[in-house]
């Protein structure tokens, strides 16, 4: 099932390349009082919505996907996890490039861990990424998102995939300099999600899906998530053994070789297999 959130914080069902209301399935959803979960409330009621989903959609309006404004699949996501230079030849070219690198060690992922983007980054494709620092260089970052569906803790590596709800294209935008990660890549708009939700049971192997990404038409990244150093359940692993997932974490799982420059009045193109593709405008 792909699932969206589109317009006014409408709920859709995408079908081809239709989309349909389906906003009333979110009535199962339970009441909420302060205060408020800090976790996503949809994903941690998935299965309800989804049935609520298939029973409203016979009767549902239908939209063009081409008419819609497509906004982040998770709206409240609880924490954004990333994974740094987690593709080897993405890890070669920031070690050679001094524009990218800033005199920061770029050290393998299995040194430097994860960290954490603000939530307040959060943006979807219809929403654009608005350049904060235009006198800095900010990049492109394609990512592989998988949206964590339950609560996990320490989990195993055989249970790790299974507490996954869906994925969904990611952009982790980073203006590039001397400072930590978790301050240059939460910037207004830096995190993209999109275009929807697809449900872990309609992606049969994530760790064989191809990325892309263009920039004006430009091929700038592509690559195949069978190339991460870590995949996505050791990942799963590594977080759940410094602090509990929760429904709706995003995890980003890092970006492959190709990053470069983005700027005002550009356009990005992002694919991913079986996931959809996204366009988002640089502001
Ligand atoms: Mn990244």
Redesign the pocket.
Known sequence: MQICRFNDNRLGLVDGDKVKDVTSALDVLPAQHYPLPTHDLMIANLPHVREAITTVAKGAKSYALSDVRLLSPIANPGKII???V?YKKHLDEARADPQIHHQNQIAEIQRVGLFLKATSSLVGPSESVTIRHPDRRTDH?I?LAAIIGTRADRVTREQALADVAGYCIGF?I?VRGPEERSLR?SIDSYTVLGPWLTTADSVADPSSLDLRLTVGGEVRQQANTRDLIIGIADLIVFATSFYTLMPGDVL?T??PEGVGPIKPGEVMDATISGLGSMRVEVR
């Open positions: 990333a994974a740094p987690n970052e990512e982790d980073t890549k980003l890092g970006t």
